[in-house]
């Protein structure tokens, strides 16, 4: 059984910023990847940043330069530094974990519960 918890998610005027935080909790073996999707009223959930073998990141187009995705290894813990925020960048962000637990050795996607990213004009 995984869980992953967010936190950091809120109000912010447009040009601000934001951290998302997502902890990884349970009988963890390894984790392939971790990152974030979101998804904002009446679009398609898109994919938003990964990072992969705790290293390796990508990002979407729409963000590329303004967030920077990170992980804490001994924390199971991926980061998300949200800058120059913009109103389109509105949405429900949803924290995701490839990875492996001890008792069931191949690897499966979690997700967390999502956090609410609001940026007015």
């Known amino acids: 059984q995984v869980q992953l918890v967010e936190s950091g998610g809120g109000l912010v005027q447009s040009g601000g910023s934001l951290r998302l935080s997502c902890a990884a909790s349970?009988?963890?073996?390894?984790?392939?990847?971790m990152g974030w999707y979101r998804q904002a009223p009446g679009k398609e959930r898109e994919l938003v940043a990964t990072?992969?073998?705790?290293?390796?990141?990508n990002y979407a187009d729409s963000v590329k330069g303004r967030f920077t995705i990170s992980g804490d290894n001994a924390k199971n813990t991926v980061y998300l530094q949200m800058n120059s925020l913009e109103p389109e960048d509105t949405a429900v962000y949803y924290c995701?974990?490839?990875?492996?637990?001890?008792?069931?050795?191949?690897?499966?996607?979690?997700w967390g519960q999502g956090t609410q990213v609001t940026v007015s004009s």
């Open positions: 995701f974990a490839n990875l492996k637990t001890v008792l069931f050795l191949r690897a499966n996607d979690y």
């Open positions: 349970g009988s963890i073996f390894s984790v392939n990847a």
């Open positions: 990072i992969t073998s705790g290293v390796i990141t």
